[in-house]
């Protein structure tokens, strides 16, 4: 009788044992101090893949699966004063797409690499542009379909309240498949342009916004999409429901052949968000199928607000992810953000709309969602600026567009000067979602990690094991790279590291 009381108690713990969380450290290697650049491209081959570039250095560490370093090797045919690379990772290879000046011409060159990071072949040029003297020289940019079966190189330059758009489509082995151009006046006070993507059917997808003004709600949203063989942009009016908008995300759910729009909503100009707005495009029927405004009720704004009155308890929530689900539905996630300066109080149309940093079409690095490293001081202004990451919003939708559940995850970060500890990011692990995110305990900041089930619960899962050595994280910068394995930058002292965690 003792020992099928042990046995079933062992049977009990087993699980616990086998799905707990295992983290893996990497050794800072000796460049890798705080103010590298580095990007984690993924799992390729078995190795695990890490970009770091500091003065004008390029390289790949390759880690095996305890982490241990392989080989850095050098990204020699990458020239010293390479603008922009971007990486597009496939099971036993990966690209690297690259821009660089020489003289008045901006080359775009790619290159393949296999998992242990040595060359394959030559670069090859996949694209040429001549500059003007005070022309912008990051023109270049790279998006990939979900399959990876479709490379687009695209570049936009401003020319005469114009944008010139050209795009370039090139297959898995970066071969050229075709390109277009497409010219359409531009306003740079009125016109918001979205991410670009590309679906698994080669179909180039972004959307355009209009505004009154700089400061002002967005109005009218356009679906502009691109067939593959196409020379010509299809511009399609979303109905909107009459309301005014925030920032627009936009999503392809290539099982379903669709395409999810989704906005924080207004019924005023300088109002208060009221809730969220969706809208389903239909790529077979080639037709909006789905408009609908889902407003928020007081419970909802209760458990989100951070402080202040319930009305506004979600201005300054943004948009930050949409996982989609097999039945036409998706589970969306917004995050309570802002910023504090000296001298310049926060202001949510000012961060959107007004580029307080960059050009007005560098769309992608002013989101609180483009996940970039920021050292600290990397605006190099005299004013300090303090970060705010506060609650979590998951709301599960419907292919309707109808809110099934919703629920909050608590949390309060601040940091100055920099925000690479703060915000959270979700490893899916296929039944659950988990957030993982810092969180202040007895002075040591822990990695926290609460999931979600499929009906809405909540699970508050213990603190990530193996954190008592002096490690911080930076989940907001983690990247999933396999099923049950996410790589999540770090520092130790002084110096840059990765740890793999295992679920």
């Known amino acids: 009788m003792k020992f099928i009381k042990t046995l079933l108690l062992c049977l009990f713990i087993l699980p616990s044992i086998i799905f707990a969380q295992r983290i893996t450290y990497s050794v800072p290697e000796k460049d890798d101090y705080r103010t590298i650049d580095f990007e984690v491209i993924g799992k390729v081959g078995g190795n695990f893949l890490v970009y770091k570039s500091i003065r004008n250095k390029n390289a790949v560490s390759i880690y095996d699966n305890g982490m241990e370093l392989k080989e850095r090797v050098d990204l020699d045919f990458v020239p010293d004063r390479t603008m922009n690379i971007d990486f597009v990772p496939y099971p036993d290879y990966f690209f690297v797409i690259y821009q660089y000046q020489k003289r008045s011409i901006l080359y775009c060159m790619g290159a393949r690499l296999n998992s242990d990071g040595k060359i394959i072949g030559e670069p090859v040029q996949l694209d040429t542009t001549r500059l003007n003297v005070f022309a912008d020289n990051k023109i270049y940019s790279t998006t990939f379909s979900e399959d990876k079966q479709h490379i687009m190189i695209y570049k936009i330059q401003k020319r005469n309240d114009n944008f010139n758009f050209t795009t370039i489509r090139f297959n898995s082995q970066l071969e050229f498949q075709n390109k277009s151009r497409w010219v359409v006046p531009y306003e740079e006070r009125k016109d918001v342009y979205s991410d670009f993507f590309v679906d698994n059917d080669g179909n180039f997808i972004f959307t355009k916004s209009e505004k009154a003004g700089n400061r002002e709600l967005i109005s009218k949203v356009f679906l502009i999409t691109k067939a593959p063989l196409s020379d010509t942009f299809a511009v399609n009016e979303l109905k909107t429901n009459s309301s005014y908008l925030d920032e627009i995300k936009l999503k392809i759910?290539?099982?379903?052949?669709?395409?999810?729009?989704?906005?924080?909503?207004?019924?005023?100009?300088?109002?208060?968000?009221?809730?969220?707005?969706?809208?389903?495009?239909?790529?077979?029927?080639?037709?909006?199928?789905?408009?609908?405004?889902?407003?928020?009720?007081?419970?909802?704004?209760?458990?989100?607000?951070?402080?202040?009155?319930?009305?506004?308890?979600?201005?300054?929530?943004?948009?930050?992810?949409?996982?989609?689900?097999?039945?036409?539905?998706?589970?969306?996630?917004?995050?309570?953000?802002?910023?504090?300066?000296?001298?310049?109080?926060?202001?949510?149309?000012?961060?959107?709309?007004?580029?307080?940093?960059?050009?007005?079409?560098?769309?992608?690095?002013?989101?609180?969602?483009?996940?970039?490293?920021?050292?600290?001081?990397?605006?190099?202004?005299?004013?300090?600026?303090?970060?705010?990451?506060?609650?979590?919003?998951?709301?599960?939708?419907?292919?309707?567009?109808?809110?099934?559940?919703?629920?909050?995850?608590?949390?309060?970060?601040?940091?100055?000067?920099?925000?690479?500890?703060?915000?959270?990011?979700?490893?899916?692990?296929?039944?659950?979602?988990?957030?993982?995110?810092?969180?202040?305990?007895?002075?040591?900041?822990?990695?926290?990690?609460?999931?979600?089930?499929?009906?809405?619960?909540?699970?508050?899962?213990?603190t990530l094991k193996s954190l008592d050595k002096g490690y911080q994280f930076m989940p907001r910068l983690a990247k999933q790279v396999s099923a049950r394995q996410i790589i999540v930058p770090c520092t130790l002292r002084n110096y840059v590291c990765f740890a793999k965690i295992d679920y």
């Open 253 to 462: 759910d290539n099982i379903n052949n669709k395409y999810l729009i989704n906005s924080f909503y207004y019924s005023q100009r300088r109002g208060n968000v009221e809730g969220l707005l969706t809208v389903v495009w239909d790529k077979q029927t080639n037709s909006q199928t789905v408009e609908s405004a889902i407003k928020f009720d007081d419970t909802l704004k209760q458990q989100a607000k951070m402080e202040g009155t319930t009305k506004m308890a979600f201005n300054d929530f943004f948009i930050k992810h949409v996982i989609l689900k097999k039945d036409g539905g998706f589970i969306l996630t917004g995050e309570d953000y802002y910023s504090q300066s000296r001298g310049n109080p926060w202001n949510r149309f000012d961060y959107l709309y007004g580029y307080p940093y960059f050009s007005s079409y560098n769309y992608y690095m002013y989101s609180p969602s483009s996940y970039w490293y920021r050292p600290r001081g990397f605006y190099s202004n005299n004013s300090q600026t303090r970060y705010y990451y506060n609650n979590i919003v998951i709301m599960d939708i419907d292919k309707d567009g109808k809110l099934v559940w919703s629920n909050v995850v608590h949390k309060t970060q601040y940091d100055d000067e920099t925000d690479n500890f703060l915000s959270y990011q979700i490893m899916n692990a296929g039944g659950e979602l988990h957030f993982l995110f810092n969180e202040l305990e007895r002075r040591n900041q822990l990695i926290a990690d609460q999931s979600v089930l499929p009906d809405g619960t909540l699970k508050r899962n213990p």
